[in-house]
């Protein structure tokens, strides 16, 4: 699909959390997501990220075992079982480079979304999760010690598409499933962020 702008990649770019097993991302999307990541903003250039992508079936669903979707939902398991991402990348954080703190957090927020954005490009569905076993899958993969596990970007073909909807008059954020199953995302208007 061709995108008229970014604000469109932005719009579509929300959390999905249903895959299609079916369709696999191949190692050279996944490296192109990473190099998009790469050359992005980092706080002073130190650039202290490193990436661990994760494609094979088998060490994909190890990884989604340590995982935690959707912490407001209680009764709902996600991604339903056979529904889950096909690849994961798992952005860390080397100590060798610089200790971590607020702007190495920055970096990577930043590294995230420019791997959604690039991922939403090509058709593929991402999910942010920070609610995972970090120490297991350090130890999974055999990180180096001075790379911390940070953050996991699930990776696949959607097979939802999660709506933006305004926030009500009580305020509340958290995001919500319709009875037909449909997860809406509450954004608040523009003329309520604008200082």
Known sequence: MVYDNINQLAFIGRSVRTFDETKKISRETLEYLVDTARISPSAANRQPLKYKIVNDENEVKSL??????????????????GHG???FIMICHDKSVCEAGLYSTIDVGIAAEAINLAARERDVASCMIGAFDKD??????????????????????????????SVGEDGDTKYFRDDAGLHFVPKRKLEDILL
């Open 85 to 87: 991402p096909v690849a």
């Open 136 to 165: 297991a899958a350090a130890e999974l993969f055999m990180l180096p010690r001075t790379c911390d596990p940070v953050l996991l970007i699930a990776l696949g073909s959607p097979e939802e598409f999660p709506i933006l909807c």
């Open 64 to 81: 989604l075992a340590l995982t935690k979707w959707a912490g407001f939902f209680k009764d709902i398991k996600l991604p339903p079982e």
